[in-house]
């Protein structure tokens, strides 16, 4: 399998501005290689074996360490929990959890942890995993029962407002906001991505009781995260509950078939679109319904419309390494996150039901394999990224 082949056709056909920083971004780390190369790391492990004995269930499809995060729910409290399912899938859970060890592999060798203590926290993730599950009960982590460094994010929250929000991503011109363009977040959207974007929105707004809400201020492109970067994506300032405190930002992302789904031999459900499948897996999966998360369609594609609050974040891992409880602690928060995720979808259009679940959490035989796949998987990721890394160096990459 040529890796310059595989990238280049995977990510044909995106923007070629974020394109070019996607493929900074995994020439400067192997974690972010990791994170923009999903299609890739599923090809080689379904080459090798995912233990496709493992139970099935409700995956994430690219679970690392930076898709857990803090989100709002419907009913107003913030949440901790994976937040990312673009590539979800009905699939044998040891996708999942490979994955998510080689993750945790390379972040930590980038926080130069010596070689014991990465595989200390390797078992505490697949330990913290296996209790969860054969608890058979999904809990959850919110403001009052989230601990350690997860537990210092979300006090912080508190004092995060949307002022400084909105700050953060805009400017004021008089009383009126516009989009920044400047620090990293946006890129200048064309003249006609605006007049399809508004459009859109004016006719989602028909449907809500609200319809001024909506009423859109500015568009640009998004950038964000690494995997998707060149995807058709926009930030949108909608006036909200009023100029210029009030105003809200939305997140329209274009959905593309699951990378996990096209290795794995388990037939999916017939989704009415990408986007219906990543909303209904993402519902189903998390502790409570995001406040505001839609399927739709424009320009006959298929989109995902959701809100961005103050109360969206990530933990700093190399922060973590100082706060109570250190890495491991947080590690046994996302092991119970990723157990809690799985359990929610039990018996969910084809997925294993909560007593084999259970059970399976109870066995012991399947941990130290899935540790071993995860080994063999970092190894393979290493040659992949030097081979990446030699021919971005050479030009091959050059958008």
């Not at 399927?295 to 109570?324: C, K, W, Y």
Request: charged letters at 25%; hydrophobic letters at 40%; one cysteine or more.
């Amino acid at each position: 399998m040529d890796v310059v082949t595989e990238v280049l056709a995977h990510n044909k056909g995106r923007d070629p501005q974020r394109l070019a920083l996607k493929y900074r971004a995994m020439r400067d780390s192997r974690f972010s290689f990791l994170r923009g190369t999903c299609p890739l790391f599923h090809a080689r492990l379904g080459r090798g074996g995912a233990m496709k004995a493992t139970p099935l269930a409700w995956c994430c499809g690219d679970l690392h360490l930076n898709n857990f995060g803090t989100y709002k729910g419907d009913n107003r409290l913030v949440y901790f929990d994976i937040n990312d399912f673009d590539e979800a899938a009905l699939a044998p859970l040891s996708w999942d959890l490979v994955r998510l060890l080689a993750s945790l592999q390379l972040a930590s060798a980038e926080l130069r942890l010596a070689r014991q203590d990465i595989k200390t926290l390797c078992d505490q993730m697949i330990a913290s995993y296996a209790s969860a599950l054969a608890a058979g009960k999904p809990y959850w982590t919110e403001r009052e029962t989230a601990q350690m460094a997860v537990g210092q994010l979300m006090t912080a929250l508190r004092d995060r407002h949307r002022p400084a929000f909105l700050d953060s991503r805009t400017r004021l011109r008089g009383r009126h906001r516009q989009l920044r363009c400047d620090n990293g977040k946006a890129l200048p959207a064309t003249d006609l991505q605006r007049l399809e974007v508004s459009k859109f929105m004016a006719g989602f707004a028909k449907s809500r009781p609200n319809p001024k809400f909506f009423d859109v201020l500015d568009v640009a492109r998004r950038v964000a995260g690494i995997g998707s970067l060149g995807v058709e994506r926009y930030a949108i300032l909608v006036h909200g509950k009023g100029s210029p405190d009030g105003n809200y930002l939305l997140d329209l992302k274009r959905s593309l078939p699951s990378s996990l789904a096209a290795r794995v031999k388990t037939p999916q459900p017939l989704w009415r679109s990408e986007a219906e499948r990543v909303v209904s897996v993402q519902e189903r999966s998390q502790a409570v319904a995001a406040a505001f998360l839609y399927a739709v369609t424009m320009n006959e594609q298929s989109f995902i419309l959701r809100a961005l609050h103050p109360s969206e974040d990530r933990v700093d891992f190399g922060m973590a390494q100082t706060a109570p409880g250190g890495l491991a602690g947080l590690i046994t928060t996302l092991g119970q996150a990723t157990a809690w995720a799985h359990l929610r979808g039990a018996a969910h259009k084809g997925a294993a039901g909560p007593d084999e679940l259970q059970a399976f959490g109870h066995e012991k035989k399947w941990r130290e394999r899935m540790t071993e796949l995860a080994d063999e998987a970092v190894i393979q990721l290493n040659l992949d990224a030097r081979a990446y890394e030699l021919a971005y160096d050479e030009g091959a990459f050059a958008v």
